[in-house]
């Protein structure tokens, strides 16, 4: 889409970016300033989705992530990224 990530959330040490993708998906930046692990959730409704959520995969490590009751949580490590794409079709 040519279109950069904007910031939509900061809570305490993090910054949550959020990119939308040609595809109707989008691009979910977290990353943790600060110096120890953090707890982090990401909440499909804030996402501004034009479907639900079909797929989310964690850029990094290459592995498929799940929504449960329209959330996923993890921890970022301290002065860590976390980067999903979720889309809202069914393949890649």
């Known amino acids: 889409l040519g279109r950069q990530a904007t910031r939509i959330a900061q809570q305490g040490q993090t910054e949550t970016w959020l990119k939308p993708l040609a595809d109707g998906g989008v691009a979910v930046g977290i990353i943790n300033l600060g110096p120890q692990s953090t707890p982090v959730t990401v909440k499909e409704a804030d996402l501004n989705l034009r479907h639900p959520a079909r797929v989310a995969r ?35």
Request: a positive charge.
């Open 58 to 92: 964690n850029v990094w490590t290459h592995h498929d992530v799940a929504f449960t009751h329209g959330a996923y949580s993890t921890d970022v490590p301290s002065h860590g990224i976390l980067m999903l794409r979720i889309g809202s079709k069914t393949h890649r």
